[in-house]
């Protein structure tokens, strides 16, 4: 396909619509349509980004044909799996569409020396550069919403969709778009962890494109080096040695109790934490043994934090939109660069029934 009109009439071809329907679709006439795929009339710039939008690729492949690799992968992939790429496609395809606007992604990543040590400890070290990043700008990854800060820190996409049971959420890398994808779930402590296991396979540039967890705590995944990378940093960036160390010192002792509600202010697994105080050598393999079994819900209950955990609960079940590209979105339009149709794609609104509710508000401010 090296043409714009034979890339659109492939595009027409996928979307089973007839010519006129798919005209009426982008806002043309089925005769401005032909014009346009047949004749010398072309299709002109807002066109093209219409036919982006209801067809979710990006503007560039329409105009060059060259795709990411993650528009690749979400072909080449099946099941669930493919149902998020192709979520994570639509968004990295936004992501492109607002480069060529200047509105590149602010990705900070942080540089670490290879080193020697396992890959775990590769992960720690990791962990750790990360961590002082987090700490210069006054961040701490057991304060406040963790996805917020991920976004302010490294300048990394974070968005919680439904993507079934039995995926737990990807990590995206395509030249302009640094991207986490996560499933939605009513455990928040496991969708913790995936969002730092996932940045930790982005910190660490594994795969370069699309790196897929079906699930992260998988033991098949302890064969897969970057798997024990990327878990060894989730766990000392949720749960920092420092932190753990003041925290049991404060206390003077590690009972059930306190294991129960250390884990609630982490807001991570008693499981991932016993792990934790085993790696750190801070408990021993009976007592890891024995705290482990413990559910995140009974150490809520046993903390006096019930309802703490419904709420936190209900918030893993909600779907989110990657803020970055929502603040640069809006932006764009705001700046006059693009046309609201991007905005009210992207947040799932009609674009005309977004256009009145934003003149109402104007109406009523300026009254």
Known sequence: MSSIPERVLSLIEKSGMSHADFAQ??????????DSLDGPRGFSTVEVARIAQACQVSVKWLITGTEPPLAVAGRTTTGQAAAAVAVARQYAARRTDLVGLG??????PVSVSPGGGSYSDQGE???RKALSAVARTGHATHEGDLAELIEDVFGVDVAVDELGD????????????KLILLATTSNPARQRF??????????????????LDRDVFDPAQKKDPSEQRANAFASAFLMPEALLREAIARS???TRADHAALACDLMVTPEALAYRLLRLRIIDAG???RYKRMSAGEAADISGRGEEFERRSAASRTRRLPGLLLRDTHAAYEAGRATLRPYAGLIGVDVDELSRELEEQVGGGAS
């Open 194 to 211: 995936t969002v730092a296991h996932e940045l930790g396979h982005l910190l660490a540039e594994d795969d370069q494109e699309v790196h």
């Open 125 to 127: 070290r990791l962990a």
């Open 25 to 34: 679709h982008i806002g043309l006439t089925e005769a401005q349509l032909t």
């Open 287 to 289: 007592t890891c043994d």
């Open 252 to 254: 003077g002792s590690l």
């Open 166 to 177: 039995g995926f737990d959420g990807l990590a995206a890398a395509t030249h302009g778009a």
């Open 103 to 108: 509105y590149p992604q602010p990705w900070r």
